[in-house]
């Protein structure tokens, strides 16, 4: 293959106490909690908004905040619910409102940040980043700071920087993917409501006409997210390395292929409400649900997915299922069923999330935020959803600002001190005293 050496001197535009890439639930929570505390922040975007699944790739619903008994995703996650969701949408994202909400917490923190800024390298030094570089519109710069913070929800900065990662499962294969849409003309008064199995058995009725050109059982289904409007998480692209801009841009052009086929499964086959549902867009990016996991002081694994978890470096607590999506195949489907079930914590319970595992192995000053923290691929099954991106982005970004103000090294960060902050920012942490 064919090679360049490239080498181009450029300006360091920006220099900062803390940087996150990424701005993302998890990158959005982390700068602003590191503004509040005082640090100064830049928050790099690709996008033009902030938000990442719940925006740019329409991903419909945040998923659980709490566990039936207590608000888990305190501090950041209690105001972005404030904000944004009301009672009769439950969990359904409006885009729209979630993407100025964003925009209104981040100016009010303090924080300085950028859109359309793609970080597309790393310069490292003495076992950590010195610096990230930025494609953007004007060109290509540099900027600084003494305390990174990786939101890109696949570990990026991490990577380039040396640390090591892991994809997937023993063999590297990821879970599916999908390319999320908004429907219109919804009557959510008369939609139906098949128990499991008479969804199932309706898929596979539409499977049986022809109606899917995929074997896939999973219907995640559609959320409601406005009077006639809905969300859709449906429809998986099977094999998706997100790493990958090959293997992410098949997904799309997929994923964008079968949406007609739900279209039609929607008004045809389940009916009521849905007779007139109508696509009107997809999401500008994948919904991605697994890429890499960021290896750090601590890997956060499935025995830890227990009522009774503790750690002393607690820095927030967290219950969603194990919810990794079958691949193809009425087996993995009921593999699926049984695991999603077994694998649940009961009302009131939660499983504990330590500092050790947004610290990224061999960098000094680098810290992990969101569905990359270091775990293995079950455990990031559960902790990957948006109210477990605001409890781990919190803590990192309050963590930076520590360690910014201070030794500039994570592993140097009081604990202590840090839980001390959490708490006082909202965090939930019912073991700190």
């Known amino acids: 293959m064919e090679s360049y050496v490239y080498a181009k001197q450029m300006p360091v535009r920006y220099d900062v106490d803390v940087c996150v890439v990424g701005g993302g639930p998890a990158g959005v929570a982390a700068g602003i ?40 995703a305190g501090g950041i996650g209690r105001e972005v619910f404030r904000r944004v969701c009301i009672p009769e949408l439950a969990m359904g ?8 909400a964003y925009d209104e917490m981040v100016t009010e923190s303090g924080a300085d940040f950028l859109f359309h800024a793609t970080v597309a390298d790393v310069i490292t030094r003495d076992g950590g980043i010195d610096a990230v570089i930025v494609a953007a519109k004007s060109g290509m710069y540099a900027v600084k700071a003494k305390v990174f913070v990786d939101g890109t929800g696949d570990g990026d900065i991490c990577a380039w920087g040396g640390a090591p990662v892991e994809l997937g499962d023993a063999t590297g294969h990821m879970m599916p993917s999908t390319v999320c849409s908004m429907w219109a003309d919804i009557d959510w008064d008369t939609i139906p409501h098949p128990t499991r199995e008479e969804k199932f058995e309706t898929v596979v009725r539409a499977m049986n006409d022809g109606v899917f050109t995929q074997e896939d059982y999973h219907l995640s289904g559609i959320w409601r997210t406005g009077e006639h409007m809905g969300g859709g998480n449906i429809g998986h692209c099977f094999g998706v390395d997100a790493t990958d801009e090959r293997s992410l841009t098949e997904a799309m052009v997929l994923g964008r292929k079968i949406m007609p086929e739900f279209e039609k499964f929607y008004r045809e086959y389940m009916g009521g409400g849905y007779e007139n549902a109508t696509i009107v867009s997809s999401g500008s990016y994948l919904g991605v649900r697994e890429s890499r996991r960021v290896m750090g002081d601590y890997v956060l694994g499935v025995n830890d997915f227990r ?11 967290y219950s ?32 504990s999330i330590p500092y050790r595992c947004l610290c990224p192995q061999k960098l000094s000053n680098v810290l992990v935020a969101g569905r990359c923290v270091s775990t293995d691929q079950k455990m990031q099954s559960s902790i990957r959803v948006m109210p477990g991106c ?28 840090l839980q001390d902050k959490l708490a006082a920012a909202g965090a939930w942490l019912p073991n700190h005293k």
């Open 33 to 72: 909690t590191a503004a509040r505390a005082g640090a100064k922040v830049m928050i790099l975007e690709s996008q033009g908004f902030f938000g990442g699944g719940g925006t740019a790739a329409l991903v419909p619903a945040f998923m659980q905040f709490g566990n039936g008994v207590d608000f888990m």
């Open 390 to 417: 605001y409890i781990t982005g919190m803590a990192a970004g309050m963590a930076a600002a520590i360690a910014a103000e201070g030794e500039q090294d994570i592993r140097r960060v009081d604990i202590h001190c």
């Open 320 to 351: 969603y299922p194990i919810d990794i999506h079958p691949d193809p195949g009425r087996e993995n489907y009921r593999k699926f069923l049984a695991e999603h079930t077994s694998m649940h914590l009961k009302r009131g319970e939660s499983y």
């Open 307 to 317: 009522a009774d978890s503790y750690f002393d470096d607690e820095i927030g607590r």
């Open 93 to 100: 994202i409006r885009p729209e409102v979630l993407k100025r």
